[in-house]
């Protein structure tokens, strides 16, 4: 009974290697429970839990395939195909993903090399704009802070434009207005200095 068990334990990890998760499981099942080691029984719950998860990754990965939900899709495929070795087509999904990231960074770079230009004429709205155009790929901290600052940027510039609007409301700017308007224009000038 126990060579049978070793037998089969040792069936169950070639099924494995060959990530065939089903077999592996038949085989460790094929030893009554009371023969099976506490080593067998963690290997065929680390099975099961594998074979689950592959096969929920798979099904996520087709959805976001024809949701055509791309990014961030790239560290699922990495793992289904660790996973599921024998499948090619999470290798080539995975290298076309990985290509997609490169050039998704290149045109972050080149957006924030932009956004910087922007920021340096005080065209934060501009700036603004374009950080929104940057998507599929993460921001890092750099760049985050840099995004933060534009966007309080275009902040104070709405409330500033909003508080011109309101005083020109009736065709004149008044002297109490003025002195309303003064601090909150020193405030953005101070955060956004090049503004015209």
């Known amino acids: 009974e126990k060579d049978s068990a070793n037998q089969h334990y040792s ?40 074979r689950d998860e592959s096969l929920a990754l798979i099904q996520t990965i087709r959805e976001s395939i024809t949701n055509r939900k791309l990014d961030d899709l790239l560290p699922s495929v990495i ?58 790929v993460s921001l890092d901290d750099n760049q985050r802070k840099l995004k933060e600052r534009i966007l309080g940027i275009v902040s104070a510039e709405n409330e500033l434009l909003a508080l011109v609007k309101d005083a020109n409301g009736d065709g004149v700017i008044d002297a109490e207005e003025v002195v309303q308007l003064i601090p909150v224009a020193a405030n953005y000038l101070a955060l956004n200095p090049a503004h015209k």
């Open 11 to 50: 069936e169950a990890k070639k099924h494995r290697e060959a990530f065939d998760y089903d077999s592996a499981i038949h085989a460790i099942e094929l030893t009554p429970e009371p023969m099976r080691s506490a080593e067998v029984r963690d290997y065929l719950s680390s099975l099961v839990s594998d």
């Open 79 to 136: 793992r289904a195909l660790e996973l599921r070795g024998d499948r090619d087509d999470l290798r080539k999904l995975t290298k076309q993903l990985q290509e997609r990231e490169s050039k998704l960074v290149q045109h972050r770079e080149e957006a924030f090399s932009k956004v910087n230009d922007l920021l340096g004429t005080g065209q934060a709205k501009a700036a603004a704009e374009l950080i929104g155009k940057v998507r599929g």
